[in-house]
């Protein structure tokens, strides 16, 4: 559906994100729900612009109640909206149950929601004029196949126009009806990514060929165009390969003391693009041999991001300063 609220809009924002903004309703121990601004791509933009990264967030957000509070947090950050006007559509909502682990089970409530309010053209529209732009994510709920339509040629414009595709493969196997045709459609919009993030369960669920999961994400580098692929592997650390066929692996030595999981994919994330953006590096960037100390980098600046965040109820994510003190702080093991 095309937004008549979207504006042209002519910021200086480096990266661009396309997704759900959400409310999670985050069970507590005496059985009441806290209300926690929310969703994988809403987490990733803030946790971009807290790290000194000039965003543009794509999709429209309500004028009820939440959707005003989701805005303030944006706007809070410094992130840049490109449907400044509010929508009469309802916000989006999650049920997220944790296990003693403090990891998140969802149950998504996604009909009629404002940030679906939008189409491919429109999205499209708000990046054509932002000169600065060298990036664009998308990932998480926006891989449903009902979101196709909307999402892939608008993915497909951003890699004519030259810039970074990244895709979150961050998965929710639970809420998609038709898990066959889900996966189907996920290794599809994989195909329009330069950079893809994956966990060892989501390539999993993908069900890739491949003895563990760094034989699966070799699979599919190997079956798409990306010339990276960053992999969280939950304590083990995290792992980033290279269609050159590069792999640097690195973790934090030190236990991390977690409170919960509800957020770090997408600080990790955030993590990775800001080094991307810092050491501006070009959309084949991996397909040919790497610099191994860009590599560690941008690695070891995910890694940072995702452990300050999993220190603190919900996503908080941590500013540039916080992540640079744990860089120097906290030691970390990496090989090649």
């Not at 937004?3 to 661009?16: K, L, R, Y």
Request: charged share 15%; glycine share 8%.
């Amino acid at each position: 559906m095309e937004n008549p609220n979207m504006s042209e809009i002519v910021c200086s924002a480096q990266v661009a994100t396309a997704g759900e903004a959400l409310i999670d309703l985050i069970a507590g121990a005496d059985g009441r729900f806290e209300p926690c601004l929310g969703g994988a791509v809403y987490n990733l933009t803030r946790a971009l612009a807290r790290q000194g990264i000039e965003t543009l967030y794509l999709n429209p957000l309500s004028r009820d109640r939440f959707g005003r509070q989701l805005a303030a947090g944006l706007l809070q950050d410094g992130v840049h909206l490109a449907v400044p006007t509010p929508v009469q559509e309802v916000t989006s909502l999650a049920v997220v149950n944790l296990d003693n682990t403090g990891r998140p089970d969802y149950a998504f409530y996604r009909q009629g929601v404002a940030d679906r309010a939008t189409s491919a053209s429109a999205l499209t529209q708000a990046c054509r004029p932002v000169e600065t732009l060298s990036v664009v994510c998308t990932g998480a709920l926006a891989l449903s196949p009902d979101d196709g339509e909307t999402y892939l040629p608008w993915l497909a414009a951003q890699r004519q126009a030259g810039r970074s595709v990244v895709v979150d493969a961050n998965l929710r196997p639970s809420v998609m009806p038709n898990l066959d045709l889900y996966r189907r459609h996920v290794l599809t919009v994989l195909q329009y990514a330069d950079v893809i993030k994956a966990s060892d369960e989501d390539l999993a669920c993908l069900m890739v060929p491949g003895g563990d999961a760094i034989a699966q994400a070799r699979h599919v580098l190997q079956n798409s165009r990306a010339s990276l692929l960053a992999l969280t592997l939950g304590a083990q650390g995290a792992a980033l390969l290279t269609r050159h066929g590069q792999i640097v692996r690195a973790g934090e030595v030190q236990p991390i003391p977690v409170v919960d999981t509800v957020g770090a994919g997408d600080c990790f994330l955030a993590g990775l693009v800001v080094a991307m953006v810092e050491h501006r590096l070009p959309t084949d960037w991996g397909s040919n041999g790497v610099a191994v100390e860009v590599a560690k980098d941008l690695l070891c600046n995910a890694i940072a991001s995702a452990s300050l965040c999993v220190m603190q109820r919900g996503c908080v994510p941590p500013t540039r300063a916080h992540v640079k003190a744990r860089l120097l702080q906290v030691p970390m093991h990496c090989s090649v």
